[in-house]
């Protein structure tokens, strides 16, 4: 039986029997892509600390001489594995520098996407306040049609009256009605009775063709506005549609882009630890040919970035005119959700510390300005999307990330309370929401100092 211990041999049986299949047409670089199952069995095979302890126990056992041989074969067969790993590492860590460039290109789309989200939200916005102007303005006429309407049934019901009167006279009386009159004085009475039914005939006809006149006209606006309704219904269909079919994009360019970084840096890492265990090897081969001892045996820790508080009301107008200073501790988060992180603690995600926190939130949510104060920046940022940042005066900043949409500008004054943007997960963020951070002098500061939760 060969010397070689069981979880190396069988990685380097491994690695010789797949060679030969690896010759396949290459990319324009001249690298074949890594395959991650090539470099995960060794991690199978090895990565249980009891097959190192077994190797410990079995070097105990032997004699001395017995022992070096056999160990000087296994340190031999090991670096020979080591440096094929560390030649397939250098491999994938090319091919990872190679697909940066597309990253890029994936990212600068992303950043497009996430632009036009934000801008079709916004026309969406414009067209439901001009839907209700044109819905109250229907109304308004509407209602000018019904006074109207009533205006010419008043007019109707007094023509009646008149004409009632006029045959009650026996029809247009003129001149022989005149001279039938016995007495003078019933004469003049005849005479003005009928100049007033004239002249109320006359008003009563020119009224009723003004009130006609003008609802002809009231009727004709009623429909140009509710034309406009539906134009701006039909507008705002498209408008919706076109925001799906961007928001599909997206996905699709963040599935893309999460897809390929984790296949390229989990093959990296696969490689990382085949290297590292196999220079722990070595190390505990060495070790074992002076003085054998079992490895010792760690417990992996796994770590998530904490849950430390949730807000049930998000920022109103009750800090309005109010110094920023003088607002620690009485300031209302901008949207509610739960807060994760913890400011200046580590991020589970690694490399970094929370310099702010993080409020999980439905896509779309309003985000709330939590104290008066000027928009600086609102514009797209890597790593932070769709990014808006107020300045509070007294060097006070408050920044506001990942958001979907943005709906102030740069220069503009905002109030506290103000709608600002839309909540989401612009920026490649993994799960919906708001990031959040205060700054003083440039320098971030603890928002959970400053937030008011309940």
Not at 271 to 299: F, G, N
Request: glycine fraction near 8%.
């Amino acid at each position: 039986m060969s010397s070689t211990p069981i979880c190396v041999r069988s990685v380097a049986t491994i690695w010789r029997m797949k060679t030969p299949s690896r010759r396949q047409p290459q990319r324009s670089q001249g690298r074949a892509k890594p395959r991650p199952e090539d470099v995960t069995f060794f991690a199978a095979t090895c990565g249980r600390p009891s097959a190192a302890l077994a190797l410990m126990l079995a070097l105990a056992v032997f004699p001395a001489s017995v022992v070096a041989e056999d160990t000087s074969g296994r340190i031999a067969s090991s670096r020979s594995d080591l440096d094929a790993v560390k030649s397939r590492l250098r491999s994938a860590q090319a091919e990872v520098a190679d697909t940066e460039t597309t990253h890029a290109e994936a990212a600068k789309a992303l950043k497009q996407a996430d632009v036009a989200v934000s801008r079709i939200l916004r026309r969406v916005r414009e067209l439901v306040r001009e839907r209700k102007r044109a819905d109250a303005a229907v109304l308004k006429v509407e209602a000018a049609l019904r006074e109207t309407e009533a205006q010419v049934a008043t007019g109707r019901a007094a023509l009646a009256s008149w004409l009632r009167r006029y045959y009650q006279h026996g029809g247009e009386p003129g001149v022989a009605y005149l001279l039938s009159a016995r007495e003078p004085n019933q004469l003049a009475r005849d005479a003005f009775y009928l100049e007033q039914i004239g002249r109320e005939k006359q008003a009563i006809v020119t009224r009723l063709r003004e009130a006609m006149a003008l609802q002809h006209q009231q009727q004709t606006e009623a429909e140009a506005k509710r034309a406009e309704v539906v134009r701006l219904e039909a507008v705002q269909r498209r408008e919706m549609a076109d925001l799906k079919k961007e928001r599909a994009r997206r996905g699709q360019i963040v599935a893309t882009l999460s897809k390929e970084l984790k296949a390229q840096k989990q093959v990296v890492a696969d490689l990382q630890r085949d290297e590292a265990r196999l220079r722990a090897l070595m190390v505990e081969l060495e070790r074992a040919r002076a003085r054998p001892r079992p490895p010792p045996v760690s417990t992996p820790r796994t770590s998530s970035d904490p849950v430390v508080g949730a807000s049930r009301e998000s920022a109103d107008s009750s800090t309005r005119g109010k110094a920023f200073a003088a607002l620690r501790g009485q300031l209302k988060p901008p949207l509610r959700g739960a807060i994760i992180g913890r400011f200046g603690a580590d991020r589970a995600s690694g490399g970094t510390t929370w310099k702010g926190i993080f409020i999980r939130a439905n896509s779309g949510e309003e985000v709330h300005a939590v104290a008066d104060g000027e928009v600086v920046f609102s514009d797209w940022l890597r790593g932070f999307g769709n990014l808006i940042i107020i300045d509070h005066g007294q060097g006070y900043l408050t920044v506001y990330g990942n958001n979907d949409a943005l709906f102030k500008s740069n220069g503009v004054r905002v109030s506290a309370g103000e709608v600002l943007a839309a909540a989401g997960d612009s920026g490649g963020n993994p799960e919906p929401g708001l990031y959040f951070e205060i700054r003083h002098q440039g320098r971030p500061v603890d928002p959970m100092d400053w937030i008011r939760l309940n």
